[in-house]
């Protein structure tokens, strides 16, 4: 998941202040001949027809990536680097159209001018890159898919933090209280899923007669507290990350090509430093193509109806894929198609929608999580959960039409989404 590890940016734009003009403001002010009477059924088939496509793209596409995430995860907690390799190379090719475009000249691909110089671009990569890694790393140290849904959801109590501490923000009352709410909530399921994790060790330990032998609940802890360590390093430089882009952006002017040239730079920059991890991802390839069952045996349990002989060569063909290789990409694409859903949301409303959305969709893929892959969470995760979301949603709530300025956004800048 890169995500999360993938982000949407937009102006603050108070929808009830300012006509929509597709994201933007219009360069001669307010069109004061905008209708005001209540839309007509064609302006109600256009919005429907502008919305129900992109949610379908957000929950389609991130819901599936949450799923496909779980079933690699459920492989091998380790395959997190991996992971993040495939999905950039993917989203580097998705984007590729908005900053190259091709020529019957040498050499052929050609580079669009941009709006912001590449060498920004290094920096803005090399801590992108960094928080994706680190996210996706998490999971090789008992970090649950579910748990790390809400975990992350903590980012605007860093994000709050690092403003406050580095960029002169002030918050309003509502918001602090949200953040309040969030970092006890986050801190509760924490403690409360190594306790339940101990708690389910030694109740095995006792049903084989060997209760010395199930781990103390210290020692569960442990085990997840270098998970815990690299979730909040990843949500602390997530928050520098959204700080360096509303300077980048202030400095050079806030646009879709912007946007579209952070999502391409961001990820094709990255490609190359994962030459350093080389060997890392060489395990992780090995893993991924022993430790899963073939296409094949999954036709077979599932009783697919392809008709297939043992002997086909489609058959042999399955049985040379392994379950979790067609996964991966599925990952990819669907990491992509999410993308480009909340791109489009960002584009067409405001801010606050968006962070809305994004909250009801991260709450989508925890529920599908527990039923799904039969996660269970125990009530202390449950009551932590419930606190995070109600904070996120106190602190994307607007307390003034005209955010003072140097206040972060909801998720810590006044662009940057989780995905």
């Known amino acids: 998941m890169t995500e999360d590890t993938s982000t949407a940016r937009r102006r603050?734009?108070?929808?009830?202040?300012?006509?929509?003009?597709?994201?933007h403001v219009a360069a001669n002010g307010p069109r004061s001949f905008l209708p005001t009477g209540p839309p007509s059924a064609t302006v109600a088939g256009d919005v429907l027809s502008i919305y129900v496509p992109t949610l379908f793209l957000i929950f389609f596409g991130c819901c599936s990536n949450v799923y496909t995430l779980e079933s690699l995860i459920s492989t091998d907690p380790s395959l997190g680097p991996l992971l993040t390799?495939?999905?950039?190379?993917?989203?580097?090719?998705?984007?590729?159209?908005?900053?190259?475009?091709?020529?019957?000249?040498?050499?052929?691909?050609?580079?669009?001018?941009?709006?912001?110089?590449v060498r920004k671009w290094l920096v803005y990569t090399?801590?992108?890159?960094?928080?994706n890694l680190l996210n996706n790393s998490a999971f090789g140290y008992k970090i649950s898919v579910p748990l790390h849904i809400i975990l992350r959801s903590a980012g605007p109590v860093t994000s709050m933090t690092v403003a406050y501490l580095f960029n002169n923000a002030r918050y309003a009352k509502v918001k602090i209280v949200a953040v309040g709410f969030l970092f006890v909530g986050v801190v509760l399921a924490?403690?409360?899923?190594?306790?339940?994790?101990?708690?389910?060790?030694?109740?095995?330990?006792n049903l084989t007669l060997t209760p010395d032998a199930g781990p103390s609940k210290t020692a569960v802890f442990k085990q997840q507290v270098p998970g815990f360590l690299i979730i909040l390093l990843a949500l602390i430089l997530s928050a520098f990350l959204g700080l360096y882009t509303d300077k980048l952006y202030s400095r050079h002017g806030r646009s879709p090509q912007a946007t579209a040239e952070s999502l391409f730079y961001s990820h094709t920059?990255?490609?190359?430093?994962?030459?350093?991890?080389?060997?890392?991802?060489?395990?992780?390839?090995?893993?991924?193509?022993t430790s899963s069952p073939p296409l094949s045996s999954l036709v077979a349990v599932h009783n697919l109806p392809l008709g297939l002989a043992p002997t086909s060569t489609v058959q042999q063909l399955l049985s040379y894929i392994p379950t979790a290789a067609v996964m991966l990409v599925l990952n990819a694409m669907t990491q992509c198609i999410c993308i480009s859903g909340v791109n489009r949301l960002a584009t067409k409303s405001s801010s606050l929608t968006v962070s809305i959305v994004l909250n009801i969709r991260k709450l989508v893929s925890l529920l599908?999580?527990?039923?799904?892959?039969g996660n269970k969470l125990p009530a202390g995760v449950a009551v932590g959960a419930m606190m995070v979301f109600l904070g996120g949603g106190l602190y994307a709530w607007p307390t003034k039409k005209h955010p003072p300025t140097g206040e972060a956004g909801p998720n810590g800048s006044a662009e940057k989404k989780e995905l």
């Open 368 to 373: 599908l999580s527990i039923w799904l892959f």
């Open 269 to 289: 920059l990255s490609i190359p430093f994962f030459g350093l991890h080389l060997q890392t991802l060489s395990n992780n390839f090995r893993v991924l193509t």
């Open 126 to 131: 090399v801590l992108f890159m960094t928080v």
């Open 12 to 23: 603050h734009v108070d929808p009830e202040s300012q006509p929509s003009t597709n994201g």
């Open 190 to 205: 924490a403690l409360s899923d190594s306790y339940a994790r101990s708690t389910r060790a030694q109740g095995l330990a």
């Open 85 to 117: 390799f495939v999905q950039f190379v993917f989203v580097s090719l998705f984007s590729s159209s908005s900053c190259l475009y091709c020529s019957s000249t040498a050499p052929f691909i050609h580079v669009k001018p941009r709006q912001v110089p």
